[in-house]
């Protein structure tokens, strides 16, 4: 029962931002839990090919360097899919930035990025994938979105990154909002919401060791995620284990949200 549960067999996987950090540890998941094929994207295509190379020593993983986030970037990415693949099983929507600066001086063009990117993105992304999404869903296995939220997004605390935290709860609300459209066509769409991981935004903090020991203090589990903690929520939520859940924002934040 375990496999078949948690299992990825014969899955074609999409994950946006998949060169480093979040994208890269669930495209590590993917392929270890068995999926047929997973697609990362990335901005700069030297570091999405040399993602891609090292993901392959666990399955196929194939680059699709490129722009997720523009509307170019999106016809591109789904021209080629739609060339490559008669149908898509999972869609992680990770792709996603911020901007810090104080409230009085915030720029306008800061939060128009962030949001375009973190917000506005997956919304058409999936709009884009929609056909190759239900090509093979059906009522006994249905494919799924995942995007990527934050605790940003659900605590009120932005740490002076307003437009990430803002744009973090568009997600989530985008989640609900999907999760409703797309059951009728079996696709179920969920958010993960994660609490402190290693990647390229926080390295402020984790290269500060003094601030690092204290955040880790302030959190109830008293460490920040790893790999397996990401990868984990997002295989069971892509394969039969989360089959009956659709329009969730699941914390992986070690009990932050409890404290915040």
């Known amino acids: 029962m375990l496999n078949e549960l948690f299992g990825m067999q014969g899955k074609v996987c999409v994950i ?3 060169s480093r950090g979040l994208g890269y540890y669930i495209a590590q998941g993917f392929l270890e839990a068995g999926a047929a094929r997973v697609y990362i994207t990335a901005r700069k295509a030297e570091a999405c090919e040399a993602a891609a190379a090292e993901l392959s020593q666990y399955g196929e993983c194939i680059a699709l360097p490129g722009d997720a986030a523009s509307n170019e970037g999106i ?3 789904t021209q080629t899919l739609n060339e490559r693949e008669s149908h898509i099983d999972v869609l992680v929507n990770n792709a996603g ?3 810090a600066g104080e409230f009085g001086q915030f720029p306008e063009k800061g939060w128009d990025k962030v949001m375009d990117i973190n917000a506005k993105s997956p919304f058409f992304l999936t709009q884009a994938l929609l056909p190759l999404l239900k090509a093979n869903a059906k009522a006994d296995d249905y494919a799924s979105v995942i995007n990527i939220g934050s605790i940003a997004g659900i605590v009120g ?3 002076d990154n307003f437009s990430y935290a803002v744009s973090k709860s568009a997600v989530h609300q985008l989640t609900r909002v999907l999760g409703k459209e797309l059951a009728e066509s079996h696709i179920r769409v969920n ?3 994660p609490g402190r991981f290693y990647s390229k935004l926080t390295e402020f903090l984790s290269s500060n060791q003094e601030a690092f020991e204290a955040e880790c203090a302030s959190i109830p589990m008293h460490r920040w995620g790893e790999a397996s903690d990401i990868a984990g929520v997002a295989i069971m939520l892509a394969s039969k284990a989360g089959g009956f859940i659709t329009g969730q924002i699941i914390p992986v934040d ?3 949200t409890l404290i915040a």
């Open 75 to 77: 016809l591109s990415l």
């Open 16 to 18: 946006t931002g998949g």
């Open 254 to 256: 070690g009990g932050t």
């Open 157 to 159: 605390n932005g740490l």
């Open 97 to 99: 930035t911020g901007w």
């Open 191 to 193: 958010a993960i919401a």
